[in-house]
């Protein structure tokens, strides 16, 4: 303990540091997320499907190109999920943090092969991918 009291310096040091070493991690959907490019690939490779669990609002304001809309709060009792639970889902929210959420309850579900696009909508219009809105 005396140590750490004579060296806090040096541990707060360490602590920030692994901090920072983490922080990519965590900022991109977390472990088992994709970016847009591995989305994409998973796409056009293993016909993943696009699950964009937005709100239908947001969804009308703009999603991703042959996105289905799963809003949420629906994605236990929706009709719109495949059902060949083997196939990739790459889903997808305005940030990425309710499709962090979403890939919890399809887990249980038992789509094993879901998945969180990090970064949400945000990094799907920066890679300047086709975006469509509903009317």
Known sequence: MDFL??????VLVAVVSGGMLLWPALGRGGPGAVTVNEAVQLINREKAVLIDVCEPSEYAAGHAVGARSVPLGTLETSKALPSNKTLPL???????ARASRAVGVLRKLGYENARVL??????????NMPI???S
């Open 5 to 10: 009291l004579q060296n806090w310096m040096l």
């Open 90 to 96: 790459v889903v997808v929210c305005q940030s990425g």
């Open 118 to 127: 990090a970064g949400g909508m945000g990094a799907w219009r920066e890679a």
């Open 132 to 134: 469509e809105k509903s």
